[in-house]
């Protein structure tokens, strides 16, 4: 009970911390009511589906007579607010997320996020000509590990420390801080840059997992990346790039224990393409992973092609060195493939489709590995013009072979989702 209790305490302080951000920023935000460049749009969403794995474990990992399967339901609100003047775009979206269980109510639990970015382009231009600059932040207190994969109308492939895994439930305090910029020297040579600050702490893991013989399962993580280098452009829409990447990555077992360290360097080649209907961008080049020792090729590939004005297809290949939190602590090879395809069958309906597959190898020892394959469909309509309707399907089967724990398991999910947006 001590043990339990201080655990909730724990949860109750990183909250806490969330909470202060939030009116931090709100704070730092211009009177909404003096300046017409700043808007608020709250928006609302009420999802509700079927899972068939709720413990996401393989069922002799579950205590005999357990429920795996379960009715979810989940309101997320959100408060988008957005300012824009003549040398500043910023943006800040703040939301709750609500999850209720049907039978396993042990299971309900209270989530936050907060997701900010700061286009800062034309303000630095006025003190150096030709510098760009943006900030972004996303901070996010969930139980639920998110996937890896997304959309074709969604962002770019998730660089975040969650990438290609899926582990167990477990409270989770995750934060992303970046700032990038460049600078234009001439009209065919630039230089860019950034740097990335992420931390995630994981609290109590729900399930019963310290069952498991003391495994250790989760790793506390806090790492720091950069990335530089030279940009020629050959044309105004072909440019190529060399650019010197490294991660530096302090970890300790999330039960307590000593601190360790890896270091990931990465010389990579770059070339991107880019037209208004389509984007093509290629990278190659060679990680070095210490203290293992270990140098690896590493690269990705990513087109984005609107084939017709209603369809848009998305392919995305990487191979890259990536920290390690889930059963192994350290470093992993991140081996990623993705496809997803968006059609907007009349203008109200639309209907999406993305699948996935992950490949993570641990290091030192290669034979050891995490495999995810996820798929998805889903069916949105926009019932008004601020309400959307959605129904979805998501698959997701996870095998890991590591040493601490080999495990297979599948998952399928059904729902609707309902969406409201005031603008």
Known sequence: MILLWSRRSAEIRRLSRFVVVVVLLWGALPTLSVHAETAIVPTLSVRSWYDTNVYRRPKQLLTPGTQAGDFVTSVLPVLDLLHRTRDIEAEVKMGGLFTTYAHNTNRNYVGATLQGGVNLDHWVDQYVRGARLRVSENLR?????????????????????????????????????????????????????????????????????????????YFDTMAHSWFGGPRYHLTRNDSVAVLYKQTFITQSQATGGRNFNTNLVALVG???????????????????????????????????????????????????????????????????????????????????????????????????????????????????????????????????????????YSRNQVGFMLSAEWK
């Open 141 to 217: 207190y969930t139980p639920e590990q998110p996937s890896f994969l997304q959309g074709a109308r969604d962002l770019p492939l998730d660089v975040s420390l969650t990438t290609g895994t899926q582990g167990f439930r477990a409270n989770m305090l995750y934060n992303v801080t970046q700032v990038t910029g460049g600078y234009s020297a001439s009209r065919d040579l630039s230089v860019e840059g950034g740097y990335t600050f992420t931390i995630r702490r994981i609290g109590t893991v729900q399930g019963g997992l310290t069952d498991l013989a003391g495994t250790t399962l």
């Open 270 to 408: 770059d070339y991107t393409k880019e037209f208004q209907e389509w984007r093509f961008i290629a990278q190659g080049g060679i990680t070095f992973a210490e203290p293992v020792g270990r140098a690896f090729p590493s690269g990705k590939l990513e087109v984005t092609n609107r084939l017709e004005r209603d369809t848009v297809v998305r392919l995305a290949l990487s191979r890259e060195g990536r920290p390690s939190f889930f059963l192994a602590g350290g470093a992993m090879i991140s081996n990623i493939a993705s496809l997803g395809i968006s059609h907007t069958i009349y203008e109200r309906l639309t209907l999406d489709g993305t699948v996935g597959y992950a490949y993570n190898e641990y290091f030192p020892n290669t034979n050891q590995s995490l495999k995810n394959f996820t798929a998805s469909s889903r069916l949105s309509y926009k019932l008004t013009r601020d309400i959307t309707g959605q129904i979805f399907y998501i698959f997701q089967n996870i095998d890991s072979t590591a040493s601490s724990l080999e495990f297979q």
